[in-house]
Structures are given as C-alpha cells and as structure tokens.
C-alpha cells in the first residue's frame, strides 16, 4: 500500500450528467476526507468519514453532490446533473486519528481527479 | 472561523539562491501546521508536518519553523534548484474542525 489512490486522474464530462469519482485511502487510516480546488485557490473541505460513517459536510457540498464509504474501505464521491461551476480538481485524503504520544498525524493526499464540465 | 494567508503569492529566484515562504493564520489554537508541495495539475506532497508543540522541523533542504502565538510559520528552502518549482501550500489542523485549512499557496519558480 503505497498511498492514497483515485480514479479518475481526468475527467471530461457535458453539463447534466452524472459523475463518480473513486478514493481507495491507505489501508490502516480510518479518516477519508474529499477537498475540491480551484484553480489558484487552496483546497476547501467538503466532506469527511470516520471509517463507513459519514460526520461532517461542508456547506459546499449542495444536495447534487453524494459520498459513501462503504465498509470503512475505499470513497465514492458523486456529483450528479455536472454544472461548468463543478470544474475543479477533487482531492482524496486520509490520516490516522489515534495519536501517539500526544502527537497528532498530518494528512496523505492523492493525486487528484481533474473534473471539467463542458 | 481560521483564515490561512499564505505571502508572497508568487515568486521567482535564480538557482541557488535561499528563499523563505510565509504562512500565517488567525487563531493560534492548532493541532499541527503542515506544508505541501503540488506540482501543476497534481495532488498534495507532505513536505513536513509541525505539532502544536514544536518550534521547527526539518527535511533535508527544507526547514519548517512555527510561532503558535503569533500564529506564524516559514518555509525556508536552501540552496534553491529548478526542481523545487512548485506551489507550496501551508495548512493547520484544528480541535475544533475536522479538516485542515489551506492557505491559497505560493507559486515559486526557480530559474536556472
């Protein structure tokens, strides 16, 4: 296991229609995180799991975008009905909550799924 | 709310040159300070990542400093090389939010 992996690295998909984009984290991390970025902007949460459960979404997940985590293993992020304004980059990441030593763990990302709308 | 300002937005250095990047945040209660490296198009590379309770850290050319009260943290790259262009990226963990807030980063280009 050699860090967090997602799938699609690009996708090119017209307004209206559905996407999915996939997040297989690292295997022994029970915190799975998504973060959108647009271009020249820092990444924004959007939405985190502590193992399969869903704790917390942002305010810029709106009601067209859904995440699973299905068994506490690999994310799912949908976007359904793609607007141009959904063009970003979308970040899967994920950490270790337990601490050792009074130390908290920083976060692996991946490599990203490039999202346009046309 | 953390607001995470990252100074300068961009830069450009010949090769060789010392260069430090500045991050600063608003509320000074954090779990840790971390500092990524994205490369055009590609996710985030951890380059280091500071504990609350830690003044510095350090990775081969790269050395992480954070003043928690002042709620300042520097990047200091030495001996800079065209390799190290990039967008560096800070980012605090917090107690109570369960994400990490980003700066919106600083493009350095370095120059052969």
């Known amino acids: 296991d050699t860090g967090v992996s997602q799938d699609p690295r690009h996708k090119i998909t017209k307004r209206g229609q559905n996407v999915t984009f996939r997040c297989d984290p690292i295997?022994?991390?029970?915190?799975l995180y998504w973060y959108r970025q647009t271009l020249g902007q820092g990444p924004e949460f959007l939405t985190y799991f502590q193992n399969e459960a869903q704790l917390e979404k942002s305010r810029l997940l709106s009601d067209r975008f859904s995440a699973e985590r299905p068994k506490g293993s690999f994310s799912t992020l949908e976007i359904q009905r793609t607007e141009q304004g959904d063009s970003a980059m979308y970040l899967c990441a994920s950490r270790h909550t337990e601490t050792g030593g009074g130390k908290w763990y920083g976060y692996t990302f991946g490599s990203g799924t490039r999202l346009t709308v046309v | 709310k953390q607001e995470v300002t990252q100074i300068p937005a961009a830069l450009s250095v010949p090769e060789g040159e010392n260069l430090v990047l500045n991050c600063s945040f608003t509320?000074?209660?954090?779990?840790?300070l971390q500092w990524f490296r994205q490369d055009p198009g590609k996710g985030l590379t951890s380059l280091l990542l500071?504990?609350?309770?830690?003044r510095e850290q350090t990775s081969g050319r790269l050395n992480a400093s954070l003043d928690k009260s002042s709620g300042r943290s520097t990047l200091y790259i030495a001996a800079s090389q065209p390799g190290d262009s990039a967008t560096y990226l800070c980012?605090?963990?917090?107690?109570?939010?369960?994400?990490?807030?980003f700066g919106a980063g600083t493009r350095l280009t370095v120059k052969p």
């Open positions: 500071i504990q609350s309770s830690q």
């Open positions: 980012a605090v963990s917090q107690p109570y939010n369960n994400d990490m807030r």
């Open positions: 509320d000074s209660a954090i779990y840790n």
């Open positions: 295997s022994e991390h029970n915190r």
